[in-house]
């Protein structure tokens, strides 16, 4: 159990257009989302936390407005990457927080984004 | 804040010889642990966490680690290393509280030569 998908897997998207990437938790409801984002070759980086319900937490230094993101039930969250640009080709993922004593997160496999 | 260091960009080992893929973390509180495998162009895969207990920690594909609390470490480790374990290995440490963030290293390159 607790398995977190993405979709799509990949998407290639002229600059200016709009991409929305979804999470969806497939066998248990998560409350909390979480959007990272990684560079190549390098780390994951927390961009915000996604509530359902309620607004997402953004991080430092990420902009509400250019990522959005929405968490209209307990198993689905979305980011969309408006306006896109090629800086923001990157590799982003989803964890889903699975409710329990230790309240483990579960990760998905990754949305690769490559603005033209 | 938070925070995990790997120290190390890359390691090289032999087949057959034991591995260890190094991290320290700063936490207040105690911490919960993770180490995550990640291959080329794919999510992350869970190898193992440190909640409480037992410091050695047994995981997915051989793989264990030691929680040192005086040391703050959670060196990954495994006693005989595969060709197929070359990969891109994160340690990460997440708040108990909170909304419990999970705040990662910056990864460690495996490269395991035949």
């Known amino acids: 159990g607790a398995v977190v998908s993405q979709h799509p897997s990949r998407v290639i998207c002229k600059s200016g257009t709009s991409v929305k990437i979804e999470c969806r938790s497939l066998d248990f409801q998560a409350t909390t989302m979480f959007w990272y984002r990684q560079f190549p070759k390098q780390s994951l980086m927390l961009m915000a936390t996604s509530n359902e319900g309620s607004k997402a937490t953004y991080e430092q230094g990420v902009e509400k407005d250019k990522f959005l993101i929405n968490h209209a039930s307990l198993t689905l969250s979305t980011l969309t990457v408006t306006s896109a640009h090629p800086e923001d080709s990157s590799f982003y993922i989803c964890s889903a927080r699975r409710e329990s004593s230790y309240n483990e997160q579960f990760f998905g496999p990754g949305t690769r984004l490559t603005v033209l | 804040a938070q925070s995990v260091a790997q120290p190390e960009d890359q390691v090289n080992v032999a087949e057959g010889n034991p591995l260890t893929v190094k991290c320290t973390y700063s936490?207040?509180?105690?911490?919960?642990l993770f180490w995550y495998v990640q291959y080329p162009n794919r999510g992350l895969q869970f190898l193992l966490k440190y909640i409480t207990g037992d410091n050695l920690v047994k995981g997915s594909y051989g793989f264990e680690a030691e929680f040192n609390k005086s040391q703050t470490s959670f060196h990954l480790k495994k006693p005989s290393a595969l060709v197929s374990d070359s990969a891109l290995y994160f340690c990460?440490?997440?708040?108990?509280?909170?909304?419990?963030?999970?705040?990662f290293g910056t990864g460690t390159k495996l490269q395991v030569i035949p």
């Open positions: 936490v207040s509180g105690n911490p919960y």
């Open positions: 990460a440490v997440r708040d108990r509280g909170g909304y419990q963030k999970v705040t």
